[in-house]
């Protein structure tokens, strides 16, 4: 969907930027295939046995692919005391699609130890970088 897709020449600007206390990474490209995700470049996280985000700096090789750059924000976080405070999915389960703070959508994945990435869409994703420092606050990181 062209539409969706960051335009050439136009520099990014993350909906995260001017909040302070998370480590964003909007700017990753971020690209939803439909159908066989298999050898592809980038990373993969599975979304259903038919769909992945494929996330990466270039765009994938495949026959239904969707640009989602721009429609998603992306942000690392640390503890999993923090994340059992904004979600209700398993975190052993993951990546998978779920609930954040009492209703937002979001795809969460485990980068390792204690350290997860959260997928937003990008309309929300100042109010939801915004109230995961304050509750990053409240338990004195």
């Known amino acids: 969907m ?20 998370i480590d964003d990474v909007s700017h990753l490209g971020k690209w939803e295939i439909r159908g066989d995700a298999h050898g592809l470049d980038g990373e993969v996280i599975r979304i259903s046995p038919d769909r992945a985000l494929v996330v990466g700096d270039r765009r994938p090789d495949a026959p239904r ?19 059992r405070r904004l979600t209700e999915l398993d975190l052993d389960e993951l990546p998978a699609i779920g609930s954040i703070l009492r209703g937002t959508p ?3 994945e485990r980068r390792g130890g204690e350290r997860f990435r959260l997928y937003v ?11 995961v420092v ?8």
């Not at 539409?3 to 302070?20: I, K, N």
């Not at 692919?65 to 994340?83: I, R």
């Open 134 to 141: 304050d509750l990053a606050k409240g338990l004195g990181r």
């Open 2 to 21: 062209r539409f969706m897709s960051h335009p050439e020449g136009v520099e990014f600007a993350s909906p995260l930027r001017h909040v302070d206390g």
């Open 106 to 108: 979001a795809l969460i």
């Open 65 to 83: 692919v969707y640009d989602m750059t721009a429609a998603l924000a992306a942000f690392e976080v640390e503890g999993e005391d923090l994340m």
């Open 121 to 131: 869409p990008q309309e929300l994703g100042h109010y939801v970088a915004e109230t």
